[in-house]
């Protein structure tokens, strides 16, 4: 009988079918006691897990796929943002928008978003408002290369009088609004030759990305 190691962590099992090269992505406010946690998922695409997490990554959907949500079309402007990319992870950071209903509180703010990718399918970003800070830990496990299963731990040090169900259904209508733009996209393995697809300025974060990706040799779901 074949066994393989596993570790509980983030109210997720996880395990690996060789002998891995890293520990687990940290996710810091899950471990947090003054954050409430949440664990959303799984969320199922038919597209590679790469076109999935870059889903996660774009600032430039939010005004037309969550409009009214996480976006507002009369303010659909990425300002510039620092990206930082090392061997272990990229820093995407200084990203400043509006959203209408940042989390599910029905409160609307500016918001400041900084974002680390911590694996090639594991992000995490953290989403300071006015009430506080939200921490979303994105992580997704291929099913093929044009089929995956995505999770989201949500942490957040404030709201605790919103019903986690409320949260929750929050979370997966800005899923179920993202599914069909991740899945319609073409072609559907992400391509890592930069000339493949049109790129506007407010993309940094997905081009170092893939460039990362191609660094790491990643070929599984991509091109």
């Known amino acids: 009988m074949t066994t393989y190691p596993i570790i509980k962590r983030y109210g997720l099992i996880w395990t690996s079918l060789g002998q891995p090269k890293e520990t687990l992505p940290y996710f810091p406010e899950w471990d947090d006691p003054s954050y409430r946690k949440i664990l959303c998922g799984a969320y199922y695409y038919r597209a590679s897990g790469f076109r999935a997490l870059e889903n996660f990554l774009d600032l430039a959907h939010f005004p037309f ?23 272990d992870e990229i820093m995407i950071n200084n990203i400043r928008v509006w959203q209408p209903d940042p989390d ?20 995490h970003f953290v989403k300071t408002s006015t009430q506080g800070n939200l921490a979303i830990f994105f992580t997704v496990m291929p099913i093929t290369e044009t089929e995956c299963l995505g999770w989201m731990g949500l942490a ?57 990706l191609k660094q790491k040799g990643v070929t599984f779901g991509t091109l």
């Open 65 to 87: 796929v969550h409009e009214g949500l996480l976006g507002d079309g009369c303010q659909s402007a990425i300002a510039d943002y620092h990206v930082q990319s090392t061997p």
């Open 104 to 123: 599910g509180t029905g409160e609307g703010s500016y918001v400041t978003y900084t974002y680390r990718i911590l694996r090639p399918l594991t992000a």
């Open 156 to 212: 957040m040090n404030y709201a605790f009088d919103v019903p986690e169900v409320e949260l929750k259904a929050f979370q997966d209508q800005v899923v179920a609004q993202d599914i069909p733009i991740v899945e319609s996209q073409r072609p559907q393995l992400l391509p890592l030759d930069l000339q493949k697809e049109f790129h506007f300025p407010s993309d940094k974060a997905s081009l170092a990305y893939r460039r990362w």
